[in-house]
C-alpha cells in the first residue's frame, strides 16, 4: 500500500490525506503528520520522506 500511494503522490503531485493507525506507515508517507487523540491533537511533526 506504501509503495502504490508513494507512485500516486509522485505521478500526480496531488495532495491526499491518508489516515492510518499504523505509526511506520504514516512516517513513511506523510510530509506532515498529526496524531489525534480524544477530539484534538495530540502530537504533530514531520515524517521520514
Known amino acids: 500500500m506504501v509503495d502504490l500511494l508513494q507512485r500516486v503522490h509522485r505521478d500526480t503531485g496531488k495532495t491526499f490525506l491518508h489516515v492510518t493507525h499504523r ?3 504514516a512516517e513513511a508517507l ?3 503528520i498529526v496524531r489525534l ?3 484534538g ?3 504533530r511533526g514531520k515524517g521520514k520522506r
Open 23 to 25: 505509526i511506520a506507515e
Open 41 to 43: 491533537w495530540r502530537m
Open 37 to 39: 487523540q480524544g477530539g
Open 30 to 32: 506523510g510530509d506532515c
